[in-house]
Each structure stands twice: as C-alpha cells, then as structure tokens.
C-alpha cells in the first residue's frame, strides 16, 4: 500500500523541489537581461559596481540587486574566463546567497557558483571570505576567479600559510578574499592575542561561503585549532608507563572499538597497582588516591595506545615521527597530534623520541568559529545525509541542487563475500576485465594499508595502476589529471575535497602544462594544443564507449557520505558511468555490526567458495549500520560543542573586552573601578560586615594594604578612633591609594602611565586567560565522572567554570591593582615603555586535503599546497617544467 506521503511527494513534489522551483522565475529575470548586458561596453559593466553599490548606499536592499547583479558576472565571466554560468550555476548562487548550502554534484562547476553570491555581497563593502581546504586550492581558486572580479573592479586577496601579516591584512581588506579554514581560524585566534588595534589582519566576519562545507564543518568540527606553547619534558613518565603495558593479560582490560575507549578492569587495577608499588611509581594505597591522577591519565592513554591504534591504519611513523592518518580522507597530518599525552603514547609505544607536551595558549573549534558570521553559506557534492547536524548547530538548511545534464550513472548493488581474500580476487578479476576493454577505473579503499595490499595483487596480476594515498600526494595533481584516460586503474584512500574532478579522456590543462614547452608561443603553440584536444577526444569517445569511469568501492566507511563522495567521481556532466562496492564479513563495518548472524545466514544458504551475495536488502541494511554510526557520531559532536560553548561564552567576554581595552585611548577609568573593588575586597576580607571593632583583624589588613597597594598607612591609629566605622577606613583607603597613583601617572607622565595600564591590564588578562584554559582541560577531563554520582557531568562543568571564571576576574584586578601600585621606571632609560612580546607558539595547522601540516615559521614561502613542501628553485612537481616559484609555488 502506497503511503499519504509518497502521494503528497508525487502530486506537489518534495519541499526541496519546491524550493528549487521557487528560483525559476528568479532565474528567467537574470535571463532575460542577457541581451541587454551583453551590449554593454567593457567599461559600462564595469561601471555597473559603482552603479549598485550607489543604490545600496541610497536604501536599495542587496536583495533586489540580486538579478542586475547575477547577470552582471555572468557577462563578466563570459568575457574574462570563456565560462557561461548554467542556469543550474545561477540557482546555486542564490542558494549561497540565501545563507543555506549548495549540494552540487563532481563537475557541476561550484567554484564559478561561488563568484555569484561573493561578487552581490561584496558590494556592501564588509568582505567575503571564500574559505577552501587547502592553500593550493585557495590559490587557484583566487587566481582563476580573481579574473571576473578584477573585470567587474573589485580587489581579491589570498590567505595562505606563511605569509606576513601586512600581506594578511591586505588580503583581508579586499572585496574577497580566499583561504583555507585554517588561517581563517588561526587569524582570528592571533588577532585576539594581539596588543594594538592595528596589528589585527581581520575586519569583522561578514559573509562567508564554504567550499567543501561538510568536510571542514563536520568532519573537521571534531578537533579544535589550538595556538600552543611548550611545556616540561615528561618523556621519561611515558617511556616507564609504556614498558608496562605489553605485560598486560586479555582479562586486564576492555575495549569498546565503536567508542574508541578503553579501561582496566578490576583485575587490571590490582595488577597495575603492584606493578607501580615495585616501580615505587604509586602515591597513597590504591591508584584512585588523588595524588595519582597524573599516573592514572597516562596510564589510561597508553592502554589506548597500544589496544586501539593501529601503525599504517590510524598513523604511520616517519622520520622518527608519529604521523596521524584522517579516518575521513586517508592522508598524512603532519603536525598535527593527538591531545593530553595520547601523541606521546603513542611515540612510546613506537620507540620514537617523544614531543613535549603544549601549552593550550588560545583555541576554538570551527565550529564557533563559523557561527562568528553574520550570514554563512556552502556548497558540496554530499552534504544531504549530515543536513540534520548542519541545522542543528550552525543553523544551515541543505539544498539539492538539480544537474546541468541528467545523471547517466548505474549504481550497482553491493557485492557481498564471505572472506576478505574472496573479495580481492573478485576484485582484481573484475579490473583487469575492464582495464583490458578501455574502461577507466577509479578504486577506493579506507586505508593506506588496504591501498597496498591491493595494488600488491594488481602487480601480481600485471595490471598497470597508480596509487594515490598519503604516501605519494605530491603526484596527486598529476595522477587524478590521467585518471580518466581509457583502461586507467587508479587506487585513492579518499575522494573528499580533491578540487579536481576527473574527465574522461584526460584533463586538457594538466597534458598544457606537462608538455607544451613554456617558451613555445603563437601558432606552433595553439597546434599543438589543438593536437592535444584532439588526442583527448578520441580518447574520451573509447572511455564512453566502455562505460565510462568505473567507480569501486573495496568496503563501506562509517559515514554514507564518504561513500557518495566516492560515487559521485564518476557521471560527472551527463557522462556515462557505474559504481559498485566490494564487501566482506571480514570488513570493519560487517564485523562491528553483526557478521556473526550473517555469516550463519549465508553458509544456511549454501553460499560456495568466491560466490557472493547480492540483494538490495543487503545495501538497507548497511545503509541501516551506517545511519546508527553517523548518528553516534552526531551525538558526540554535538555534546563536545556543548562543552565548548560553555569555553565559548567566556572566549567571548575575554576576546571583546581585549577589543574594548584596546580602542580605549585611556583604560584609567577601568583602572580606577578595579583598584576600588580590590580595596572593596581586602576590607571586607578583615573587617567583616556588622562585626566588632574588637573582631578586626586590623593587623591583617594593613600588611594586606602594603602587599597590594604598596601603602604603609596608619590604619591601626585608624581603626583606633572613636565610632570610626568601616566606610570612613575604606574611603581613607581608596583616597590615599587614588592619591599615590596620581603621583605616579605625575612622576611618569600621563601619556607614559596610559601605556603602561594598558599594557600591564592586557598582559595580565592573557596570562590569566591562558591559566584558565588549562584549568578547564583539566576539569573537562574528569568532570565525567560526576555522573557515577547521579549528577549531570554538562551541569556541574557549568557551575565550576563559571566559578573559575569569577576567580580569574577577581585574580584580575587584584594582580593589576598590585602590579601598577609597585611598577617603577628608571629615569636613565631613554624608552622606559618596550610593548610586550607574544609569547612563543606553536599551530596544529591541519591542511585536510593535502594532509600538509607546517608549524608556524617553517614555511615562509606559504609552499605546502598541493604538493607538500618543495624548495622555491627545484622543478615543480606538477612537470610543468618551470621552477617551482614560477609555477604552483608562485605567491601571487
């Protein structure tokens, strides 16, 4: 029986084909001023942004530029790149316009969507930030879509890593500016530990649209940028933990893979406990006692180490280092490291010299970060089956945005085996039948190691193939450019965020740039490009007539929508093509989510030795596994930004009032309220409200007025008198200390004391900031606890930070109020007043698509796109030819 609903969805269509179809006759309005805008002279469409951004400021809402203004850069784009934005292109644009995301599918040109909505909301004058993965793409992006805004007279700036920060600030003071999720963020932290107005590089957060929006906002969501600095060296601590754990028995631990957790078990706890007494490591009587807390975490970490983290799945050791692998794209992270001791139990276990820990200096999740604009917008190829996340925390609605040409794809029914060596001989049948037969093959698999122990087989079989995972990305470019070439076999970890997309035959710029000679020009030049178009041509008519690109995936991830990432390679533009995925019990997905049952299921069937099953119930019900996975995962995400947001709130506080102190030419005032509270508080401390005068502790506060003040008054003679009370002290108090700092500020000069306050209130205001954050890491680790004892552990964690919170403001004036009260300069300095140095730091920089991560300072020649790190003078790795300065390592 058909359902009410799937009637309603026949007769009136989905809600999201009815908000599409809501855009059409926006689209035949931008249409029908075609002919008028392409009449216009170069310099009259020029003309058209002084035009609009009049209108604007005589009371026009952007809103209604929108038609004038879509098909102004339409002809812009036409004219600077060649490229005419489908209709399709247009609805996306209004799409990011309306602050929603975009779900375009590979091929679907989302980069030119972009230049829609940034070129209409740039016309108000507060920026657009265009945010990419990676530098690489920043650049390209910015250089290539530069071209229609420096048509239309708009500026572009890029923000890649390693550029100085009068670089930065001009890039952020252009109409767009492009850079990757990263340096949006970090600028943002370092802006915020800055100590003068214009020495920040950002203006505000305005508008932003996301490319890849669900990588960087789901999947990156999960670890926070954190600026650092180091602390003492406990590398001997991890080496002594580690060398117990090997000796650990099954029964002395359990491990939940689903949660990535671990814990030690009663037994484990006895076992641990003698151990630790021999070493003389335990404090107190059992591992529980307080004083262990530090043993206990590094324990717990180590355990994790060795009984959950696998070498060449969840990270590789390279030169003598420990490199992370992204679950999600399959890459190298270099420079980034696990959190609180995890990293370094990890270079223990592998015998490898152990990083000191940091110091967390500032932090922020994106996020936060993100919800810092006032309008936000995406676009992805897969963003539908994370649409719930997306609304719920950064208030985003997802719309699927219909094809240029229909999509000509076959996706096949998964192919079940019962064994893991069943599946890769399938496999490797299946593409060397299709290699032989011309058709282009794109195989994807969630793991380095998977990638080669397939391409080991392939090599066995004598299959040609190319393998692209985090050990070879500096052939990335090159690899996915012949990707589409008839019979080509290529083997990648993951699809995600490449900004390339794959053409059948081969792609035209990258064969331009490989062997057309730079120095060639005029007609030798424009002939043997035209070769090249050709050869590419008849090689995509043999790709077509074998199917297309075949795309096969050797096991299901966790999230559906790596899956569709993967799929959505192949049937870009309307070009033919097929998908299918390869399974086996053995596979991590079926063994976490019952095998047991189903490998029963299939031997009651009769199934044979490399036979498989295939059923559309079987896609359902790992559909169903994937679902219950992604909405753990949801569920994880979403309490860790709870936690944030509590961090968040008072990020905020402390981020505006370091704005406000320092817009405020004079901070005196703020000054003067915070030496009257300090004095508030010490009196208050030893004269308690309604008590005796003989219950005064006035010995007390005139040692506590000296240690804080810097005073030595009479206050016993004082308090001494008859029916003194004590309002009459605590005004003597705020009067004779009022009267020594206007000595001072005589002595210094006014100008002289203003900058030292200033000075003085915002270095102690980071200082205590800093000091907070590690405090809140520490109670965030143990707050969970707390619901053992029936309490909510997101609760508790509310109350005790706000109370830190109130301490470090209280700390605040009381560490200001002393600092000015016993501050001296010697007259001999001809520069008493130096402004205060940051402090070292260190970035987790993660560059999701490349996998290229750079601590701050090593790579001044913003180099570590696409292509890791290559020295300025060598030959760029693309095979261009040229150097690399000259070519994709070319600053602007």
Known sequence: MVGLGAIARKVFGTANDRRIKGYHPTVAAINALEDEVSKLSDEDLRNKTAEFRQQLADGTKLQDLLV???????????????QRHYDVQLIGGMVLNDGAIAEMRTGEGKTLVATLAAYLNALEGKGVHVVTVNDYLAKRDAEWMGQVYKFLGMTTGVIIHGIEDGDRKAAYDADITYGTNNEFGFDYLRDNMKYELDHMVQRGHNFAIVDEVDSILVDEARTPLIISGPLDDKSELYTKIDAFIPSLSAEHYEIDEKAKSSTFTEDGTEF??????????????????????????????????????????????????????DEFTGRMMEGRRYSEGLHQALEAKERVSIQPENQTLASVTFQNYFRLYN?????????????????????????????????????DDDEVYRTTREKDDALVTLIKECSESGQPMLVGTTSIERSEELSAKLKKAKVEHQVLNARFHEQEAVIIAQAGAPGAVTIATNMAGRGTDIQLGGNLDMRISQEVPAELEGEARTKMIDEIKADIEAKKQVAIKAGGLFVIGTERHESRRIDNQLRGRSGRQGDPGRSKFFLSLEDDLMRIFGSERMDGMLTKLGLKEGEAIIHPWINKALEKAQKKVEARNFDIRKNLLKFDDVMNDQRKV????????????????????????VIEDIVAKHIPPKAYAEQWDVEGLHDEVQEILNLDVPVKDWAAEEGIADEEILDRLKKAADEASAAKTANFTPDLMRQVEKSILLQILDHLWREHLVALDHLRNVIGYRGYGQRDPLQEYKTESFELFQALLVNLRRMVTQQLAHVQLRQEEPNPFERPEMPEMHEQRIDPDTGENVASGDAADGQDGAFGKVPRNAPCPCGSGKKYKHCHGKLS
Not at 273 to 290: P, S
């Open 654 to 677: 402390i981020f505006d009032q370091r704005i406000d102190l320092m817009k405020d030419a004079s901070v005196v005032e703020t000054v003067l309220d915070m030496r009257h509270e």
């Open 68 to 82: 004038p203004a879509f098909a102004t850069v339409r002809e812009a784009a036409k004219r600077s790149l060649g």
């Open 375 to 411: 309008k936000l917008s995406g676009m992805t190829g897969t963003a539908l089956t994370e649409a719930e996340e997306l609304a719920d925390i950064y208030n985003l609605e997802v719309l699927d945005v219909p094809t240029n040409l229909p999509v000509q794809r076959v996706d």
């Open 272 to 325: 641990i406990e003698q151990i630790l007494k021999e070493a003389g490591m335990l404090q107190g009587e059992t591992l529980y006692d307080i004083e262990n807390v530090t043993i206990v975490h590094h324990l717990n970490q180590a355990l994790r180490a060795h009984k959950l983290f696998a070498r060449d799945k969840d990270y590789i050791v390279k030169n003598d280092q420990v490199v992370i692998i």
